[in-house]
């Protein structure tokens, strides 16, 4: 037997398993790192977040990732450097916070990277006939596992798409293993680039689950943070977004596209949300001389209204429900007094993932260790056929150090 997977059969084995788990998302700050050590599987789980950081990524590299990713002219030599330049700088800055943490990287058991998204093309957005789902995420696992000599499980969302899915949002999965209560409604609202939500009825009942993304989160408003704010990279808190007043007609505008009247679940990204998307209903509008501190204020209501117009459809006034937040928008102080707000007419309460032992900046991250936790030991059963695009299949392809 090759030695490889002998180890990958005595890790598969253990009854516990130190677990790496990064994400680097559209706001491309920094890649996430999240050190885990995950017992068992399925409702049994049990992890633990030993460490976590957030290693921010220098300008150059920001700006070469930002240059390509989610536009459809993109150079296929840029592509295929880029992937490889991810991976690279991945290993890099895994060595680099195992040196912090004074952790061996023969501690580690495995490495669960989702990589950078370079496109996402779910059918109805691209609606070409034939053609179902698709989505690309680059930085090579093979690369990874090689120079961190850590066996790595990575590109989770070709499986998703594989079995009839649209290889997002993957959050249920982990969400419905670490949160779901067989007495309680559940909802999990993670606002990073692009903002999503998990609904979880109380009786963990796989085939009632409704998870979806709501539309932009932070993305336009970092765009536009970095274009005309002197490159400051996000809204701090909300306090540019306080400074403005919400300008209607621009809103009206910006809500004026058919995602939002879209079913649930569905998926997008930054292909659609991007800063063209801000400055074209500005054009449109001719509002040029509109505030650029209105301006994010009226992004930042906009990704509080289109979240609550998706949650309230499921949300029953006098039905209780606990809500927690995780991601970059959990800290936009404005978008969250915005959100309550909004949903002041239901039976919620409101919590960290903290509560949980997980840090909200870390869930995501925190989330694929437990993907690749699932693809060697644990058990697809356990969403039985699946439903509301949620596939019950192990994702992640399987990269070998030597």
């Known amino acids: ?66 240059s390509f990713i989610h536009s459809e002219n993109t150079n296929l030599q840029q592509v295929c450097i880029m992937d490889e330049l991810i991976s690279s700088t991945f290993a890099k800055l895994i060595k680099n916070a195992l040196a912090e943490w004074k952790v061996k990287a023969d501690h580690i058991d495995l490495i669960a990277s989702h990589g950078q998204t370079v496109y996402h093309a779910p059918a109805r957005h691209h609606k070409i006939a034939g053609v179902g789902n698709a989505t690309l995420q680059i930085g090579d ?20 798409i594989a079995a009839g899915g649209e290889g997002a949002p993957l959050a249920p999965y982990g969400d419905y293993l670490l949160f779901s209560e067989p007495d309680e409604d559940v909802i999990l609202l993670n606002i990073g680039g692009i903002a999503n939500f998990t609904y979880l009825p109380a009786g963990r009942d796989p ?37 403005g007043k919400v300008n209607q007609k621009l809103l009206d505008e910006l809500m004026d596209n058919d995602f939002f009247k879209m079913s649930l679940p569905k998926t997008t990204g930054t292909e659609l949300f991007n800063i063209l998307y801000v400055e074209n209903a500005i054009q449109i509008l001719g509002l040029h001389s509109l505030s650029r501190v209105d301006i994010m204020a009226t992004l930042n209501y906009l990704t509080s209204l289109t979240i609550t117009d998706c949650i309230r459809k499921l949300l029953q006034p006098e039905r209780e429900i606990k809500f927690y937040i995780s991601g970059g928008g959990a800290r936009n102080n404005i978008m969250i007094q915005t959100i309550k707000k909004l949903l002041k007419n239901y039976s919620i309460s ?30 697809t059963l356990l969403f039985r056929k699946g439903s509301n695009n949620l596939p019950a299949v192990s994702m992640g392809k399987i990269s070998l150090p030597k």
Do not use: W
């Open 1 to 66: 037997m090759n030695p490889q997977i002998e180890k990958l059969y005595q890790i598969a084995s253990k009854k516990n398993r130190r677990i790496l788990g990064l994400m680097s998302g559209t706001s491309l700050d920094g890649l996430d790192i999240a050190l885990c050590n995950i017992e068992h599987s399925g409702f049994e789980t049990e992890l633990k977040v030993e460490y976590f950081t957030t290693i921010p990524y220098t300008t150059l590299f920001r700006e070469q990732l930002s």
């Open 350 to 379: 409101f919590h960290s993932t903290n509560e949980k032992n997980i840090d909200p900046d870390a869930k995501e991250a925190v989330l694929f260790a437990l993907l690749a936790n699932e693809c060697i030991a644990g058990n």
């Open 141 to 160: 696992g093979d690369k990874i596992a090689v120079e961190t000599g850590v066996i790595t499980i990575s590109d989770f969302r070709q499986k998703h």
């Open 207 to 243: 085939e009632k689950i409704i998870c979806s993304d709501t539309g932009p989160g932070n993305t336009m408003m970092d765009a536009v943070m970095r274009k005309y704010f002197n490159k400051v990279n996000f809204d701090d808190e909300g306090k540019m977004a306080a400074q």
